[in-house]
């Protein structure tokens, strides 16, 4: 009979096979598995080999009831299983949150609101409410030993490396949860080459590696920058009180900041923004006060009605204007000219327009462009500018259009170079600057120091602020370096005519930072 089957339904046998083995190959695989679960477990448990971070997963239970039935059920199967549940108690919902682990609680149902941040360690906020306080405090639970560290937080962050950032009132500390160190309070924080944590407090800083031990025990100012790897460390900051002749009369003031004083000689210093001394200083010559520079120009005089009524019927011109130098400049035919106070004619009426006298010389424009006359109406600067500046100690600053030069009453330019533009100062010199350098000329438009500084200043003496590569120093008008560049900033003290002069003071502590 199976003959029979066999022989007449060969597929059959075929199919019966396949089955047979299908049905071996499951049993042998799950075997498999089994052997390799219980392997995974030897080598999670085996301390030869690296332990990976534990697996934790949140749970939210809308009752106690629910948590319940997925607790029998087994379903909370993560390594760290944070549940949340809400029950509702007089129709006002109250939240509860624990850690269990193996079904086992190791964070009690105490607190609002549980986070995780490495190893046994959570973060844990708790709501406290009485009849006038309305409170939310952190807690950092450690599962293992069951304590809960109260620093009576207002929030805190976990930065990695077994380091919290605790927030307590209007300051911060760190907190190693490993070593159990805490920093000193601070303000702000940041991270530096991605390696250290710098810490801010009234001003001045402190260094921290990434467990938040002291590296830089000793408050700094700022970090300076070697090269790549290599820092140093700013302890603080030192000024120097220079007089305008350029001798240095104070050194070494160590504070934040300096400011003068109304009374003479006399400097407040301010440390940590708060004044802490003040340093006097009596020179020998007590007597001695800033002088201001006086511009010297021409006064206007008035002319009288009978002046200007005869003066009108005697020359027939069409309106008269103002006297400079005893000269009346008057109009007629829409053009400009000089006439004396008895009518004769000194500059004829033949320019566009026409200035007062600075210096014997006088600006006109013809045909849009601008030169100089002399009061014998000579033409000694051709009208070649754009713009022409008064006359002052035989020298006027003229513009062409593109440059900017220094004339004379000759119509020679006074120094080698031309300029990209001018500035005058307070005391009547002029600041030339020249491919974004400046440089200074004297009042006579003479060159005195060449554009050549990133910042000239001039204070009305013989010794001038200069800047090069950002840093300051002092220079003589004979170009004399009386103090090399190795001021940060620097501040003029009109009151006392001094210079004074910050530089920073470096430790003697050089690190390295390793960038892996």
Not at 65 to 88: G, P
Not at 140 to 160: E, P
Not at 231 to 247: F, H, P, Q, R, S
Not at 388 to 394: D, R
Request: net charge positive; charged share 20%.
């Amino acid at each position: 009979m199976t003959c029979l089957i066999w022989i007449n339904n060969p597929n059959r046998f075929v199919i019966k096979s396949k089955l047979i083995f299908t049905f071996f190959l499951c049993i042998a695989a799950f075997q498999v598995s089994l052997a390799q679960q219980d392997t995974s477990r030897v080598r999670v448990v085996s301390s030869s080999s690296k332990v990976p971070p534990p697996h934790y997963d949140y749970f939210h239970f809308t009752s106690d009831s629910l948590f319940k039935c997925a607790l029998k059920e087994k379903k909370l199967t993560a390594y760290y299983s944070i549940v949340s549940i809400v029950d509702t108690v007089a129709g006002i919902p109250k939240k509860r949150s624990g850690v269990l682990q193996a079904n086992k609680i190791i964070v009690p149902f105490e607190y609002d609101t549980i986070r995780y941040t490495t190893r046994d360690e959570f973060i844990c906020r708790k709501h406290i409410v009485n009849r006038r306080t309305y409170a939310c405090n952190y807690f950092i639970y450690q599962a293992s030993s069951k304590t809960s560290i109260d620093f009576k937080a207002s929030a805190i962050d976990y930065i990695g490396n077994n380091v919290y950032v605790v927030r307590t009132g209007q300051s911060h500390v760190f907190f190693n949860s490993q070593t159990g160190h805490t920093t000193p309070a601070f303000d702000t924080y940041s991270y530096y080459d991605s390696l250290f944590i710098i810490t801010s407090r009234a001003s001045e800083q402190m260094l921290f590696d990434r467990s938040a031990n002291d590296f830089i025990v000793s408050p700094f100012k700022r970090l300076i920058q070697s090269n790549d790897s290599t820092y140093n460390a700013v302890l603080y900051n030192e000024w120097d009180i220079y007089k305008n002749t350029g001798e240095k009369i104070i050194s070494r003031l160590r504070c934040d900041s300096i400011k003068p004083s109304s009374e003479f000689s006399r400097w407040n210093l301010f440390r940590n923004d708060s004044a802490y001394y003040r340093w006097n200083f009596t020179p020998k010559d007590t007597s001695r006060k800033p002088v201001l520079a006086t511009e010297n120009y021409s006064t206007q005089l008035n002319i009288t009605r009978l002046k200007y009524d005869t003066l009108k019927t005697f020359l027939h011109f069409d309106s008269a204007y103002y006297q400079s130098d005893n000269l009346l400049m008057y109009k007629k035919a829409g053009a400009y000219g000089y006439c004396d106070t008895v009518g004769n004619v000194k500059i004829s009426h033949q320019y566009d327009t026409i200035t007062a006298w600075h210096d014997g010389m006088a600006a006109i424009r013809f045909k849009k462009k601008w030169g100089y006359v002399t009061k014998r109406e000579q033409l000694t600067v051709q009208p070649y500018y754009i713009i022409a500046m008064p006359f002052v100690n035989g020298a006027a600053a003229v513009y062409d259009g593109k440059r900017w030069m220094f004339t004379s009453k000759e119509g020679k330019n006074l120094n080698s170079i031309t300029f990209d533009s001018i500035q005058q100062t307070s005391s009547g010199k002029w600041y030339v600057y020249n491919k974004g350098l400046v440089g200074l000329c004297d009042n006579n438009g003479k060159e005195l120091i060449p554009p050549m500084y990133e910042f000239l200043l001039d204070a009305n003496s013989d010794v001038y602020v200069f800047q090069k590569e950002f840093l300051y120093g002092l220079i003589a008008k004979d170009r004399t370096i009386l103090c090399q560049p190795t001021y940060d900033q620097f501040i003029y003290d009109k009151e006392n005519d001094c210079y004074l002069l910050k530089y920073i003071s470096q430790s003697g502590l050089l690190f390295m930072l390793h960038k892996d």
